[in-house]
């Protein structure tokens, strides 16, 4: 099976710096990539497929890159309302849906 | 507006059994693949089981295959859970989600807001 690993596992950063979360795979996956944003209490929320699709309604401050088995989700400006668990996933080989093991990014 | 509301989750002693629903608005389950997905207490989020759009289909982790089912009802616009033979290692927040596709992408778009099931003796 294709794992999925995220670094780092936390990080902190300050109001408006550019943050970048990595996402690796064991094999590669092409595109099909997502990210998601996990904030306690509240409803997960698909940020970017595709590796680099923006989901409607997500700040454009959000991007993702990246192809075959190396992926990158950046945050250009950071904000508070940001502070948030980031999980990547891969996905469309049913049913092998694997997530990283999420990234904590908290306010310096 | 999609709305998604998971309820049934309990404390529940190992070996026991608990039904998890997931009631949808906004959209029509029988129009895309359905799912559950957990997260354990300090862990990540782990798929749990696949629901094809047309309910033929059915398709589970290796952690819960053999114990869990998962079943849909399109006219109460419902997914559910059947959980059996509990283990303390199903303890985590269940949430039903909604897949983007109708060909079982697994990539999910729509999430509900979970509901809590601990094994504990």
């Known amino acids: 099976d294709i794992q999925m690993t995220q670094s780092p596992s936390s990080l902190s950063a300050s109001v408006g710096d550019r943050v970048t979360i990595t996402c690796r795979a064991s094999q590669g996956i092409s595109n099909y990539l997502a990210w998601y944003q996990l904030k306690p209490g509240k409803v997960p929320k698909l940020l970017i497929y595709a590796a680099s699709t923006l989901q409607s309604g997500v700040p454009s401050r959000f991007s993702g890159s990246g192809s075959g088995t190396d992926f990158t989700l950046t945050i250009s400006s950071l904000q508070p309302e940001d502070v948030a668990t980031y999980y990547c996933q891969k996905y469309n080989n049913a049913p092998l849906y694997t997530f990283g093991q999420g990234t904590k990014l908290e306010i310096k | 507006e999609v709305q998604l509301v998971e309820s049934g989750g309990v404390v529940v002693q190992p070996g026991g059994s608990l039904r998890l629903s997931c009631a949808v608005a906004?959209?029509?389950?029988?129009?895309?693949?359905m799912h559950w997905v957990r997260q354990a207490p300090g862990k990540g989020l782990e798929w749990v089981s696949l629901?094809?759009?047309?309910?033929?289909?059915?398709y589970y982790a290796d952690s819960v295959k053999g114990r869990f089912t998962i079943s849909r009802d399109n006219r109460k616009n419902s997914l559910y859970l059947q959980m059996n033979s509990l283990r303390t290692e199903d303890t985590a927040l269940y949430y039903c989600?909604?897949?983007?596709?109708?060909?079982?992408?697994?990539?999910?778009?729509?999430w509900g807001q979970g509901t809590l099931v601990t094994v504990s003796s």
């Open positions: 629901i094809s759009w047309g309910g033929d289909s059915t």
């Open positions: 989600a909604k897949d983007y596709g109708s060909g079982n992408l697994g990539l999910f778009d729509y």
């Open positions: 906004g959209f029509s389950i029988d129009d895309y693949p």
